[in-house]
């Protein structure tokens, strides 16, 4: 039996009333309302112009004219007072690199950090009043690339402490009084720190969570376990979420120095980040002071998680473009060693393919990264944008391991030091953390159909459970009459869209090839946009329940995104290689989107790029350290 109440039901998110609606249960209806009012709290903590509704990638479906620029970011400014200790960290570790960086245990060692820590680096992105270097987010992801070329290990954990750790949580969210208290150690490095929010029984589903703090006296007692906590060990700092009062909220934690009856770690192998600590934590009576309780102006400790969690998408993306960047540079030494039938196997077509796609897949990561890390800096929110770049980031980079490096390499993969069989998990683990890819794509949708689906949807959903229709058809002329008022405003919105001119803009003095692509773009977002309120059409408020159209629908939006976005980047670059890498991604993305196979033409333009590749024409892998072939012999 329903328990809602009328006062309820006001309150209800539109995903919440869609369910309902939709004939889902009293629980999923419930525990899917309290995500999209978390979602809804985010929003409001941002200005009415940069929330979802108003984002580029909403608008570049929904608008009919794409704001092109809202896709194009400028250049980063020259310099920032930040870059010295770009520059002295990026130092470290390239002197470090040979032998210096991990300890015994193979985990990034003390002493690594803590010079890290004289550089300032911990303190990137936390205000220079707190004792950081206040550097903007578009100039931090860039520098992720940067020192990921050099250790992905070490720009993760610089992500990790500084997006999805302590440190987001404690400066977006923290009191004067908070701030003054932990941001100078998170910024001097004293405090390294992670977020702890995924347990046992909670992972995608985040109303599953069951880690409590209960008030007793000064502190709250916290009961509970978390699983696969990154960068949190005895000593360090987290932000925990718990459940106060039933209610997710976020404590900052700082771990005793050694494990006691209150709090333990619990530990495993983990195939995946092996370099830095990831365990469990268990908590038995743990307290914490109720002054480090973060308190959002609005919503909760899920308000908390998410903001933090798309700066977090988008470090992701920016660390895949340096990760994918050592891999192209490792590929190429190798494709010319390595002779097969008398001929190196750079001379091959196949081998050519792979690698200009390759350097399309880091086009495509470094233009998204360029572009969502402006839209964070300038004030959006950036829901759906840093959806896009986690999610094409990790893919670009599973693709790149497996069918791009791995194969080049053949069975050297597998040798012990070889980068592929060394680090094959931390080319994958990136679709699975800070949300798996395809449950990301259908919250990518859902943010993209919410407002049209309030707007049009929801009346006509209201409108049906009051009049008591059963299966209401709006090509019934009675259900038709009955619903008038409600589907009215559709009808007029659907024949305004037959009218609707085509968006024909054009960059002016754009290299031909993509032009070419951004008007393609344009095309396909008007298509996109009737195929998204077709299916809203055809499955109303059991859209829900269409997952794998929602997420083919989902895919084929972030592909044209993606598309654009490469496409004014490469324009940006000016550089021949730049250019063409930009295009051959643009081009592979409008093969899936049309299904065409791929032309003569198309393969000419790899091996073309590949070419200019293999003769050190591509900036973008200029200085990245290559590796010793492994089992080198004689070539005759
Ligand atoms: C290397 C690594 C580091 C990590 N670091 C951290 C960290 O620092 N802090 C932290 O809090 N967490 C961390 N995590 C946890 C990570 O965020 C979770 O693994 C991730 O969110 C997925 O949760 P899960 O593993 O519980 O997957 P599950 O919830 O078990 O889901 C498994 C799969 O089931 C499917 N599925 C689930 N629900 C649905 C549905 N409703 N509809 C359709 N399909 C569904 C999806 O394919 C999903 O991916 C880390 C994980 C790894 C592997």
């Not at 979420?241 to 050694?258: M, R, S």
């Not at 494990?259 to 038995?284: S, T």
């Not at 998410?306 to 998408?313: F, P």
């Amino acid at each position: 039996m329903s328990t809602t109440t009328p006062a309820d039901r006001e309150q209800q998110s539109f995903a919440e009333t869609a369910l309902r609606l939709g004939g889902k249960t009293e629980e999923e209806a419930r525990r899917t309302g309290a995500v999209d009012k978390a979602d809804e709290q985010v929003e409001s903590l941002f200005k009415p112009q940069y929330q979802t509704a108003n984002s580029p990638a909403h608008k570049a479906v929904w608008d009919g004219h794409v704001p092109l620029e809202l896709f194009a970011p400028p250049a980063l400014p020259a310099s920032h007072p930040s870059d010295r200790t770009m520059e002295a960290s990026l130092e470290i570790v390239r002197r470090r690199r040979e032998g210096k960086i991990f300890d015994e245990k193979g985990k990034v060692s003390t002493d690594t950090l803590q010079e890290l820590a004289g550089a300032g680096y911990w303190g990137l992105l936390i205000d220079p009043r707190y004792g950081g270097q206040g550097a903007p987010f578009a100039r931090f992801s860039d520098l992720l690339t940067r020192m990921a070329v050099y250790d992905p290990m070490i720009a993760g954990l610089a992500s990790i402490h500084g997006c999805i750790g302590a440190v987001d949580p404690v400066r977006t969210f923290g009191t004067p009084e908070q701030k003054e208290r932990f941001l100078p150690r998170l910024a001097s490095g004293e405090a390294l720190s992670g977020f702890a929010l995924t347990e046992p029984g909670a992972g995608s589903d985040l109303t599953a969570l069951r880690t409590t703090a209960v008030l007793e006296g000064d502190e709250y007692v916290v009961n509970g376990e978390k699983l696969f906590i990154t960068n949190v060990i005895p000593g360090r700092t987290a932000g925990l979420v718990v459940l106060i009062d039933g209610k997710p909220a976020v404590l900052v934690v700082d771990l005793p120095k050694e494990e006691n009856e209150n709090f333990k770690i619990v530990p495993y192998g983990l195939y995946a980040l092996r370099q830095a600590y990831n365990n469990g934590l268990r908590f038995n009576r743990f307290r914490v002071p109720r002054e480090n309780l973060l308190k959002p102006p609005v919503g909760d400790g899920l308000t908390i998680a998410y903001h933090g969690l798309n700066l977090g998408r988008v470090s992701l993306c920016a660390g895949a473009a340096g990760s994918m960047r050592i891999m192209l540079a490792n590929m190429l030494p190798w494709a010319e060693f390595r002779r097969t039938y008398g001929q190196a196997i750079a001379t091959r077509e196949l081998v050519k393919r792979r690698i200009a796609r390759l350097a399309g897949l880091i086009a495509g990561a470094d233009a998204l990264v360029a572009w969502t890390s402006w839209l964070i800096d300038e004030g959006y929110r950036g829901e759906m944008e840093c959806i896009i770049a986690k999610i094409f980031g990790s893919e670009a980079m599973k693709e790149a391991a497996i069918e791009l490096f791995m194969k080049t390499h053949g069975g050297r993969s597998f040798l012990k030091g070889h980068l592929f069989g060394d680090n094959v998990y931390d080319f994958l683990a990136p679709c699975i953390y800070e949300g798996e890819g395809e449950m990301l794509g259908m919250a990518f949708f859902k943010s993209l159909v919410k407002e049209h689906g309030k707007r049009f949807f929801e009346p006509i959903g209201k409108a049906v459970q009051r009049i008591g229709l059963k299966n209401p058809n709006p090509m019934n002329p009675l259900h038709a009459w009955k619903l008038r008022k409600e589907l009215a405003p559709y009808a007029r919105w659907r024949v305004g869209q037959m009218f609707a001119p085509r968006d024909r803009q054009q960059v002016p003095g754009m290299d031909r090839r993509l032009a070419d692509h951004v008007d393609f773009a344009l095309e396909s977002f008007s298509r996109l946009r009737g195929e998204v309120a077709g299916a809203m059409e055809k499955y109303q408020l059991k859209l829900a329940d269409r997952q794998c159209r929602m997420a083919e629908l989902s895919q084929r939006i972030q592909d044209n995104i993606v598309l654009l976005v490469t496409a004014l980047w490469g324009n940006r670059q000016g550089k021949e290689a730049s250019i063409a890498a930009a295009d051959i991604l643009c081009q592979d993305l409008r093969r899936k989107l049309t299904g065409k196979r791929p032309s003569d033409h198309y393969f000419r333009d790899a091996s073309r790029l590949a070419d200019v590749i293999l003769s050190g024409g591509f900036e973008a892998i200029a200085g990245v350290p290559r590796e010793e072939i492994l089992m080198k012999y004689e070539n005759k």
